[in-house]
């Protein structure tokens, strides 16, 4: 019979928001397939915990997946962890939790921290609705590729950035969704320096321009505001049923096409073109 692969949430920087459950999941575990072993080791450590541990990191997805596979397929039970926050959520283990899936091994997901929704709890920004969207691509015309995709997008939108790029990531946000676009960013969640910056991108990007970035950050940026239809008057719908029938075409079919191009009621706009 198959083992079982738990995902096993881990803190994002302060130890104790590790669970009883997540810590007796560890503790019971055959092994624990780690992003970074020696980061893992410390959280063990504090737990009072050894267990034996493989390493299954984003370059050894195919060989320390298929290694983790055929151990839970002999029964085996797997403990996943990452550095920090749950394993699987911008996270290599989320090709593990696949290949288990296609090959018929269960998998259960612990909750537990996780810092885009510790970001977005803490932002003042709409919570409603959000779209997460990870790391950026180092890559500028990929970035910005990215970016230009979301000008229109409505809900609060949520990117995980290191400090190096930051610099570069504020400046293209602003070319796409302007200064006054509201941003809060969450640096060092969880630990000693924890900082929650709500601002603009405007004044964002002037912050960090004499200020150097340090720690890593959830940027957690304000969607667009709703696109409201422009109400057209049935006056000029009726109108311009009037200039179709014009151009050789039947009451019926001016009224549809009118209709269409004004979002007003077919009905109604056929009812009052029949009197002109």
């Given amino acids: 019979m198959a083992g079982m692969l738990y995902l096993v949430p881990t803190p994002i920087g302060n130890l104790g928001d590790i669970s009883p459950r997540c810590a007796e999941t560890l503790a019971q575990a055959d092994f624990i397939a780690a992003e970074d072993t020696r980061v893992s080791r410390k959280l063990l450590n504090h737990l009072g915990l050894k267990k034996p541990m493989v390493s299954y990191y984003r370059h050894n997805t195919q060989a320390g997946g298929q290694a983790v596979l055929e151990r839970l397929l002999a029964g085996e039970s797997c403990a996943l962890v990452t550095d920090a926050g749950t394993p699987a959520v911008s996270d290599p283990g989320e090709e593990l939790v696949a290949l288990c899936a296609r090959a018929g091994v269960e998998v259960v997901a612990l909750p537990g921290p996780c810092a885009l929704i510790t970001a977005l709890a803490v932002s003042g920004l709409p919570t409603g609705r959000f779209t997460f969207e990870g790391f950026l691509a180092m890559n500028k015309k990929n970035r910005r590729a990215h970016l230009a995709a979301l000008r229109d997008e409505e809900r609060t939108m949520i990117f995980y950035e290191a400090p190096h790029k930051l610099r570069a990531t504020l400046a293209d946000l602003l070319e796409q969704f302007g200064p006054e676009r509201r941003l809060t960013?969450?640096?060092?969640?969880?630990?000693?320096?924890?900082?929650?910056?709500?601002?603009?991108?405007?004044?964002?990007?002037?912050?960090?321009?004499?200020?150097?970035?340090?720690?890593?950050?959830?940027?957690?940026?304000?969607?667009?505001?709703?696109?409201?239809?422009?109400?057209?008057?049935?006056?000029?719908?009726?109108?311009?049923?009037?200039?179709?029938?014009?151009?050789?075409?039947?009451?019926?079919?001016?009224?549809?096409?009118?209709?269409?191009?004004?979002?007003?009621?077919?009905?109604?706009?056929?009812?009052?073109?029949?009197?002109?």
């Fill in 185 to 276: 960013l969450c640096r060092e969640l969880t630990k000693l320096h924890e900082e929650v910056r709500r601002t603009t991108l405007g004044a964002a990007a002037e912050f960090y321009e004499t200020n150097p970035p340090r720690g890593e950050f959830v940027l957690v940026l304000e969607g667009a505001q709703p696109c409201r239809a422009v109400e057209v008057p049935m006056e000029q719908g009726v109108a311009l049923v009037c200039a179709l029938r014009a151009s050789g075409l039947s009451l019926r079919d001016a009224v549809r096409q009118a209709a269409q191009q004004t979002g007003l009621p077919k009905n109604e706009l056929y009812e009052r073109a029949i009197g002109t």
